[in-house]
């Protein structure tokens, strides 16, 4: 079977595991572009990383500028705002490219900002203009469910001082920049075969002075 039938192979399975067969098959046919996720960030309310994975090359200048720069915009987006925005000009298509003829134009340049905030922490997914905003933000909330159900009400620290288990669900839903995965129950088990969890230890004292009942316990979303 080659890369060509692959799509029909696959027509019962999932939109988002699909996705992993437009992305193989993406090296075979150069003009042809699939939904993409460019960048992961989370940050905490005053603007510290606490997770930056990119999918998009880039220098790491032009990343510390572009974390600066996105944490600003939806810092201070009021409570009201929706939950996505345009990427700032750093890193979004220039005017130029606009001349370029629609046959050669590639859609895979990140254009979109999608987050959500949680307490104390801000979840962020840079991504094309061809993936869905309300896609993205049930993507987040996997995420974010997934980590609480691993870590047994998930807290910022958690994410500091394990993040090899925040970087394995990340993972499990993320495979060079295409969505493969957003059944939480498979995502959970996946990094549990994984053996990447991280039991805490010490005394709980120092949870309850940072974010206390978790990231989702008691706490809503930002935004609709």
């Known amino acids: 079977m080659d890369l060509s039938d692959l799509g029909q192979y696959f027509a019962d399975v999932p939109v988002y595991s699909r996705r992993l067969v437009g992305w193989l098959s993406y090296g075979v046919d150069k003009n042809w572009h699939t939904a993409m996720i460019n960048a992961v960030l989370v940050f905490n309310n005053s603007g510290q990383p606490r997770l930056t994975k990119f999918y998009t090359q880039l220098d790491t200048a032009v990343q510390q500028r572009l974390i600066s720069e996105i944490f600003t915009l939806v810092a201070n987006r009021p409570s009201s705002s929706c ?30 900002i999608t987050y959500r905030h949680y307490a104390t922490l801000y979840f962020i997914v840079i991504s094309t203009s061809t993936e869905s905003p309300l896609a993205l933000l049930d993507l987040i909330q996997v995420f974010v469910e997934a980590l609480d159900r691993l870590f047994e009400n998930v807290c910022e620290l958690d994410l500091i001082f394990h993040f090899e288990t925040l ?58």
């Open 83 to 112: 939950n996505f925005l345009p990427l700032p000009p750093l890193l979004a298509p220039s005017k130029s490219s606009t001349t370029t003829p629609a046959s050669s134009t590639p859609t895979d340049t990140p254009t979109l």
């Open 167 to 224: 970087h394995a669900v990340l993972g499990e839903m993320i495979v060079g920049g295409v969505v493969v995965e957003t059944g939480l129950e498979k995502v959970v088990r996946g990094v549990r075969e994984q053996g990447k969890i991280t039991r805490r230890t010490g005394n709980t004292g120092g949870r309850s002075a940072g974010l206390g009942a978790g990231i989702l316990g008691g706490f809503g979303l930002r935004g609709v």
